[in-house]
T-cell receptor
């Protein structure tokens, strides 16, 4: 099993739709969880950290489920500009941050 | 100033060349990283410097040689690379070692390297 797994997509959704991604992790000792966004040929940029109680930032909501070892990202009212690859990042073995393979989102008119 | 600056943005080199990638940050961050990213793949960690000391080397071939001259600078020296080393090389920094302290990573825009 990979340390951090994501559905690569692509998720093709119409503008205004709600879309959710999940990310599973294998190391039950993981403590840090993040969602990064990466546009084509650009560097990853932090979208949001994921806290145990869940957190929201505008149209974006992140949740952590420690029992099932997954984190989720919900995007409401999708915009064209949300089209990107969303990378899940988790503290892995050896106290390193491990990136998931990313989920590609395409928001269409 | 919240930038991580990488130079050059693009680099083409032959397999016998020696070149260096440079990374600079002035945010006072004490952890710096090199990642390698191939197309449609996630970034893969290569090296971590923590307080100017190499703390993680992910079994990277010796043709890649990192150097941290001071807390603001990180270099990656390249020698005798192979075509399969062609990738986007990303530098990142964090206030303290990210995995230990829940710190986020700040990435530079990367160097797109092509090895002929």
């Amino acid at each position: 099993r990979k340390e951090v797994e994501q559905d690569p997509g692509p998720f093709n959704v119409p503008e205004g739709a709600t879309v959710a991604f999940n990310c599973t992790y294998s190391n039950s000792a993981s403590q840090s969880f993040f969602w990064y966004r990466q546009d084509c040929r650009k560097e990853p940029k932090l979208l949001m950290s994921v806290y145990s109680s869940g957190n929201e930032d505008g149209r974006f909501t992140a949740q952590l489920n420690r029992a099932s070892q997954y984190i989720s990202l919900l995007i409401r009212d999708s915009k064209l500009s949300d089209s990107a690859t969303y990378l899940c990042v988790v503290t892995g073995g050896g106290n390193k941050l491990t990136f998931g393979t990313g989920t590609q989102l395409k928001v269409e008119l | 100033d919240t930038e991580v600056t990488q130079t050059p943005k693009h680099l083409v080199m032959g397999m016998t060349n020696k070149k260096s990638l440079k990374c600079e940050q002035h945010m006072g961050h004490r952890a710096m990283y090199w990642y390698k990213q191939k197309a449609k793949k996630p970034p893969e960690l290569m090296f971590v410097y923590s307080y100017e000391k190499l703390s993680i080397n992910e079994s990277v071939p010796s043709r890649f040689s990192p150097e941290c001259p001071n807390s603001s600078l990180l270099n990656l020296h390249l020698h005798a690379l192979q075509p399969e080393d062609s990738a986007l090389y990303l530098c990142a920094s964090s206030p303290a070692p990210a995995a230990a302290t829940n710190e986020k990573l700040f990435f530079g825009s990367g160097t797109q390297l092509s090895v002929l």
